[in-house]
């Protein structure tokens, strides 16, 4: 069956394909993209390419459709993934650490994320923050309050 999107390269977009592929410094998925627009220019079948190239001739077929209807560029690389900018910044995580460190408020035996989301939000670090946010966080150190060797005093 011959392919709904047919690939038709200019001169200078297969010479761009091609010094991807031979240097080999893009990521992996970059240089497979590469290879198979170079393929699809030779009138190959999407399953001929995906034989040779050792993906699914759904990816063939993907990646030969955002070229044609998206150009190259949105063809090669990886389009933006879902997901929420950051809620924190470096230092506001250093600070939310070093409150996690200190001392519970009176009238608690320890810190609780929910306990330290109140207090991230009273101490101005963000308008609002979830406990699951703190939990992040905290889980990207390597300190536990409750330990001996991670240097942070049981009180």
């Avoid at 709904?4 to 970059?30: C, N």
């Avoid at 993209?33 to 699809?40: P, T, V």
């Avoid at 997901?83 to 519970?104: D, Y």
């Avoid at 306990?115 to 905290?138: F, M, N, P, W, Y």
Wanted: charged residues 30%.
């Amino acid at each position: 069956m011959p392919a709904k999107y047919i690939v038709d390269l200019k001169p200078e977009e297969r010479e761009r394909l091609f010094d991807i592929v031979r240097r080999g410094k893009s990521s992996a998925r970059k240089i497979t993209r590469a290879r198979i627009l170079m393929k699809a220019s030779e009138r190959l079948t999407d399953e001929q390419i995906a034989d040779s190239l050792n993906v699914g001739s759904a990816t063939v077929g993907r990646v030969r459709q955002r070229f044609v209807q998206q150009g190259l560029e949105n063809a090669l690389n990886d389009r933006a993934r879902p997901g929420g900018r950051r809620k924190f910044t470096g230092k506001q995580e250093a600070h939310l650490i070093a409150v996690a460190c200190s001392n519970a408020p009176e009238g608690h035996a320890r810190w609780s994320l929910r306990l330290l989301a109140g207090k991230v939000v009273e101490l101005g670090l963000t308008e609002t923050c979830s406990h699951e946010a703190i939990r992040k966080v905290l889980k990207k150190t390597r300190s536990s309050p409750g330990s001996g060797r991670s240097g942070v005093s049981q009180k």
